[in-house]
């Protein structure tokens, strides 16, 4: 059973470029979460999606930033005309989701995407 | 008096020894808590969790202490291994739907042989 799944797990952009960043949830999830780490810091969230729905995008930039989980195929986080500010980890963490047990709803974490901007 | 939950960002200790890494959470709605190590170039890695119901829970070699009184939450590591090496970092949930997790300042945890 694969994990989460993001790719490119590095990924070097010139300023003024753009930034796709990938994610497949884990198998049988269907909640999809973005993070941002910066050098030496801790995760900070910045948007919560459901198949089609973006529920809580109260973490991102109010520039710049997208996201999207299509019907089919990953969950996108697009960055437009990337600055140097933008050079982090992006991490992708997938739950199943139950209203049963929030313990069922632990989150789990991919590899992540390390974006540079020269 | 003693500073219960104070934070530190490094902790190093010798393989056996147990290891106590302290969080204080931020929230005093959030009812869920989990904590996370994290690999050099890795992504989180979920460890053991509680919920705010609870005050103790223990899993393999792992034991998650929460006080809600002081807002804090803390994960003891019965004899550390080199491959407990890493940065752990403690996790809140909010008490609602839809909720994201907001993460702690990370200790890099070291062990030495």
């Known amino acids: 059973n694969a994990g989460v799944m993001q790719n490119p797990r590095h990924l070097v952009r010139r300023r003024g470029q753009e930034a796709r960043l990938r994610c497949s949830p884990m198998k049988g999830h269907s909640h999809v979460y973005w993070y941002r780490q910066l050098p030496e810091e801790g995760l900070k969230f910045m948007v919560y999606?459901?198949?089609?729905?973006?529920?809580?995008e109260s973490g991102m930039p109010k520039e710049r930033f997208s996201a999207e989980f299509p019907k089919e195929g990953p969950s996108i986080l697009r960055i437009q005309q990337v600055v140097r500010g933008d050079s982090a980890a992006y991490f992708c963490?997938?739950?199943?989701?139950?209203?049963?047990?929030?313990?069922?709803?632990?989150?789990?974490f991919g590899p992540g995407t390390r974006l540079l901007v020269l | 008096g003693e500073s219960v939950g104070l934070h530190l960002p490094t902790l190093s200790v010798q393989e056996g020894d147990n290891s106590i890494i302290n969080c204080a959470y931020s929230n005093s709605a959030s009812d869920y808590f989990i904590w996370y190590k994290q690999e050099s170039g890795k992504g989180p890695q979920f460890i053991i969790d509680i919920r705010s119901n609870m005050d103790k829970r223990q899993g393999q070699r792992v034991t998650v202490l929460l006080n809600k009184t002081v807002k804090h939450l803390s994960l003891q590591i019965a004899a550390t291994q080199p491959g407990d090496s890493a940065v752990y970092f403690c996790a809140e949930t909010l008490n609602q739907a839809g909720t994201a997790l907001i993460f702690g300042k990370g200790t890099t945890l070291s062990v030495s042989s």
């Open positions: 999606l459901q198949k089609e729905n973006i529920i809580d």
């Open positions: 963490a997938s739950s199943p989701r139950s209203n049963r047990d929030r313990a069922l709803e632990t989150q789990y």
